[in-house]
Nanobody, 123 residues
Framework: QVQLVESGGGLVQPGGSLRLSCAAS????????MGWYRQGPGKQRELVAV???????NYAESVKGRFTISRDNAKNTVYLQMNSLKPEDTAVYYC?????????????????WGQGTLVTVSS
């Protein structure tokens, strides 16, 4: 019913920048929150940044001041601008959305994940 499609990952040198995008599609009624998580090699998945429907944002301490999350509500899209990248930012980045979708004549809640996009920070 609903899917998230991510793009923008790749290889970048330390100190460089990347911009990730995640577009939600399907029978979406409303989106409560969209965010980004990451899972580095041998690590657990962790929250990177989240943007709520009230336009508030939260960031992991490790990315504050370097990463910026933003949303285009008209396009059901969330972005993650990543600057001053470090080798420890290397991970698969996953988009996450907490939303309601239409199902016949009702609305249903759903938490959905993207397929992940690899970000590698290396010289």
């Amino acid at each position: 019913q609903v899917q998230l499609v991510e793009s923008g990952g790749g290889l970048v040198q330390p100190g460089g920048s990347l911009r990730l995008s995640c577009a939600a599609s399907g029978s979406i009624f409303s989106i409560n929150a969209m965010g980004w998580y990451r899972q580095g090699p041998g690590k657990q998945r962790e929250l990177v940044a989240v943007s709520t429907s009230g336009s508030s944002t939260n960031y992991a301490e490790s990315v504050k001041g370097r990463f910026t999350i933003s949303r285009d509500n008209a396009k059901n899209t969330v972005y993650l601008q990543m600057n001053s990248l470090k080798p420890e930012d290397t991970a698969v980045y996953y988009c996450n959305a907490n939303l309601y979708y239409t199902d016949s004549d009702t609305y249903r809640h759903l938490e959905v994940w993207g397929q992940g996009t690899l970000v590698t920070v290396s010289s």
